[in-house]
């Protein structure tokens, strides 16, 4: 059963970033089945997404379409999350959707005090530069690229 509601989950997209799905993301921290409830525990990608609270709905409704009518979904903020737990797939979705992903690991912080080197997802240029410390939601920056032009988001390390 538990295996069942891991699938449903795969296909709730991030909202912010449809492409994605909310297991890709790496925020679902657990799923737990007791007495006949399903239960997932989710991370915020940060404090204050405004995008949670359409997550949690969403993955309600999704789950209540599937016959899971006692369901539940709870806030998990520790550890928070970070965008080492983003899959490889997301990494790959990222890029083809047009956002860099992250291009190094928190766990390592040194690379959280200097500037990154981000590659361009459209050309893979490495000549790019930041534009602004924030993109269409606080979790992106936004870049262009001077080989291409094109201006795009870059997922941050958090």
């Not at 089945?33 to 993955?59: D, F, K, L, M, W």
């Not at 737990?85 to 928190?106: D, M, Q």
Request: aromatic share 8%; glycine share 4%; proline share 9%.
């Amino acid at each position: 059963m538990e295996r069942a509601v891991w699938r449903i989950l795969a296909d709730v997209p991030d909202p912010e970033i449809p492409v994605l799905s909310v297991v890709e993301l790496g925020i679902i921290r657990h799923v737990r089945i007791a007495e006949g409830r399903v239960t997932v525990g989710v991370s915020p990608t940060y404090t204050g997404c405004p995008a949670t609270e359409v997550i949690a709905r969403s993955i309600e409704a999704r789950l209540q379409a599937e016959g899971y009518e006692n369901s539940k979904v709870e806030p998990v903020l520790s550890p928070p999350w970070t965008s080492d737990w983003l899959t490889e797939s997301a990494r790959i979705k990222l890029e083809e959707y047009g956002i860099a992903p992250p291009a190094h690991a928190v766990s390592n912080p040194k690379h959280l005090f200097r500037e990154p080197k981000v590659a361009c997802p459209r050309c893979s240029s490495m000549q790019t530069a930041k534009v602004s410390e924030f993109a269409s939601t606080p979790c992106k920056a936004l870049y262009r690229c001077s080989s291409c032009l094109e201006p795009f988001e870059y997922f941050k390390c958090i």
